[in-house]
């Protein structure tokens, strides 16, 4: 088991940018973030599979997922927010191969970062 705790939610404004932090008790084959908005499924944002990247069609060109292997950490940053990307961002891991955007092939996730833009 793998144990996750995401940071540096907060809330901005449209335009404004965010990073966000997961630090891992040690990184995995393959480490995402996904977010959840109330009343909406959990979706994948961006994925990390060894050095390969891989971001939601929503999020490409904004987002940038990357990962310190120094310091068992995973990064999102996020520029250009928009008010729908308001949503509790969480931090996931699998030793496992499967399609990255699929939240049910995720063993451990962390407990969440709210993030609020406002328009």
């Known amino acids: 088991q793998v144990q996750l705790a995401e940071s540096g939610g907060g809330s901005v404004q449209a335009g404004g940018s965010l990073r966000l932090s997961c630090a891992a008790s040690?990184?995995?084959?393959?480490m995402a973030w996904f977010r959840q908005a109330p009343g909406k499924e959990r979706e994948g944002v961006a994925c990390?599979?060894?050095?390969?990247?891989f971001y939601a069609d929503s999020v490409k060109g904004r987002f940038t997922i990357s990962q310190d292997n120094a310091k068992n950490t995973l990064h999102l940053q996020m520029n250009t927010l928009k008010p729908e990307d308001t949503a509790m961002y969480y931090c996931?891991?699998?030793?496992?191969?499967?399609?990255?955007?699929?939240?049910?092939?995720?063993?451990?996730w962390g407990q969440g970062t709210q993030v609020t833009v406002s328009s």
């Open positions: 996931a891991a699998t030793d496992t191969y499967a399609p990255w955007w699929d939240a049910a092939t995720y063993n451990d």
């Open positions: 040690r990184l995995t084959a393959r």
């Open positions: 990390i599979i060894y050095s390969a990247m």
